[in-house]
């Protein structure tokens, strides 16, 4: 499984989410994750269509499909529940 993470110095809920996901990637260290910047990675804004609603999370499975995408803070839990049961798709 695969999360892009998009969020931007600006964004106060970008602010909350980096210490939740950096307590999940240790927890869950087989888990692939990669960050970009709004302002400054427009290519990968482009490309996967983020809007300015910030953070923006998108989901994908293990053949590179999109299959969820959330914006705003989410709670860990929640966070943990998808990836648990996303994680052999």
Not at 45 to 61: A, N, S
Request: net charge negative.
């Amino acid at each position: 499984m695969k999360v892009l993470k998009f969020g931007a110095v600006w964004c106060p809920g970008c602010l909350v989410m980096k210490p939740r996901w950096a307590e999940i990637e240790q927890e869950y260290s087989w888990l692939e994750t990669e960050y970009h910047d709004f302002d400054e990675d427009k290519e990968s804004v482009t490309k996967y269509e983020i809007t300015d609603t910030l953070p923006t999370f998108v989901f994908f499975d293990k053949s590179g499909n999109e299959f969820l995408r959330l914006n705003g803070e989410v709670e860990k839990d929640k966070l943990i529940q998808i990836i648990n049961e996303n994680k052999d798709k």
